[in-house]
Every structure is written in structure tokens, then in C-alpha cells.
């Protein structure tokens, strides 16, 4: 299933506007939802890990909407690799193994035909 192309610019939270050193204000910043695509649920993009509580902090979004969450991990793991699943427990659509990045997979669709850059290379011709 291809990834949630949905975008969301969040300005920084108005506390740490506050902290910031006169004259340089934080910028707002692009978060990208990493739910499979066509989800019901908010959007929602993965800000920091928080080991201490073994979860991660999540922004979630819905229109003009925003919000901190702190979630813990889906404990769900892939059968065929052994990887758990990178999004939060509970999270709508599919687990992140079976999430296509749609500009990632276009990167590797377009560099299908160039050679492996670890493969080994052909000596030169004599006099090259």
C-alpha cells in the first residue's frame, strides 16, 4: 500500500517561541504522515523516540488541527523479517513493512537500469 501523501506545516509551539534567543525566532517545520494512504484516523508523523517510557512522540493532525501525542509501539512484528512495526499501537491501515514510500519507490523505479555502485568495475584498457 502506498504511504499517506498528506503534508502539514506546524509552527512551533508557542512556549518555545518564548525560549528562543531574540532575534531568532524557531521556524515552522513540514511533517509527512507515515500511515498508509486512504486511513480514517488523524494523520500522524513520528517526531522523537522516548526510550525512557519505551514510546515515541507523535504529532497527530486532522484539518487545521494538531497534537502531541505520546504513544507506545505497535507490538506487532513482521513474519518474514523479524522488524517491528515503526508506528504506534493502535495505528489505523497497515503495519509499516507493507507502507511504500511513493517518492522512494520512483528513486528506484528511475535507478533500476544504472549499475550497482558496490558492484566490481572492469579493469581499464591497456593505456587509459
Do not use: I
Request: proline share 12%; with cysteine; charged share 20%.
Amino acid at each position: 500500500m502506498k504511504q499517506c501523501t498528506a503534508v502539514a506545516l506546524l509552527p512551533p509551539p508557542d512556549h518555545v517561541v518564548r525560549l528562543a534567543a531574540p532575534g531568532n525566532p524557531p521556524q515552522a517545520g513540514y511533517v509527512l504522515c507515515e500511515l498508509g494512504e486512504a486511513h480514517e484516523d488523524d494523520h500522524a508523523c513520528l517526531l522523537w523516540e522516548d526510550d525512557a517510557n519505551r514510546e515515541a512522540v507523535w504529532v497527530r493532525w486532522s484539518g487545521g488541527r494538531a497534537r502531541l501525542a505520546g504513544l507506545a509501539w505497535c507490538p506487532a512484528t513482521d513474519a518474514r523479517s523479524g522488524d517491528a512495526c515503526g508506528l504506534f499501537a493502535g495505528h489505523p491501515s497497515v503495519h509499516d513493512w507493507d507502507v511504500v514510500d511513493p517518492t522512494m519507490a520512483a528513486l528506484d523505479a528511475y535507478a533500476g537500469g544504472w549499475p550497482d555502485p558496490a558492484a566490481p568495475r572492469p579493469d581499464p584498457p591497456d593505456g587509459a
